[in-house]
């Protein structure tokens, strides 16, 4: 992540202030009165943290923009949909996405992760898999707030959305 960072020219000043806030940091927990034990904080950036969306954008840029690689995909911040025409193909550019988070030091959440499959006259036999973990086919999902599959659902769920509202 630093080494990320010190590539887009941000000042070993600031490289160093932000290593200072993820190097041996520590949590305790509090709950109901009790302060538990402390204990080490080791997974980097969390969610919620002030610097994470600026950290992951930055990240996710210098993956993008990686020599290697060629991605035929749709990104906002953290939505990320791959566009390929065969399954094979979608497969080699997973590979390649998998390989250059890695490096980066993030990593595909398989849980968070679907395949859908658009205007296939026969649906592919096979799975995707980073890792080796299957990613669920699915006949729907939602990318920036919208259903992909049918517009005509997703205008249906905003007006009903519109309709609690009023």
């Known amino acids: ?14 490289v160093q202030a932000i290593r200072v806030l993820y190097d041996d940091s520590t949590s305790k927990v509090f ?3 009790k302060l538990f034990k402390e204990f080490k904080i080791s997974t980097g950036v969390l969610q919620g943290d002030v610097l994470a969306p600026s950290v992951f ?3 996710m840029a210098y993956v993008i923009r990686m020599p290697e690689q060629r991605l035929n995909d749709l990104a906002y911040a953290d939505d990320i949909v791959l566009l390929e025409g065969s399954l094979i193909r979608a497969q080699q550019q997973l590979d390649r996405t998998n390989n250059s988070v890695l490096k980066a ?7 968070k992760t679907k395949r859908m499959e658009l205007n296939t006259l026969n649906a ?16 729907d999902f939602k ?14 769920h905003h ?8």
């Open 143 to 156: 990318y920036l707030g919208s259903m992909m599959a049918s517009s005509e659902k997703d205008m249906k």
């Open 159 to 166: 007006k009903s959305l519109a309709w609690v509202v009023f």
């Open 105 to 111: 030091g993030l990593e595909i959440n398989v849980g």
């Open 31 to 33: 709950v109901d009165g």
């Open 1 to 14: 992540m630093f080494a990320i960072l010190r590539s887009y020219g941000i000042p070993e000043e600031i």
């Open 57 to 59: 954008i930055i990240a």
């Open 124 to 139: 592919a036999h096979g799975t995707l898999t980073p890792n080796g973990e299957p990613i669920e086919l699915v006949a």
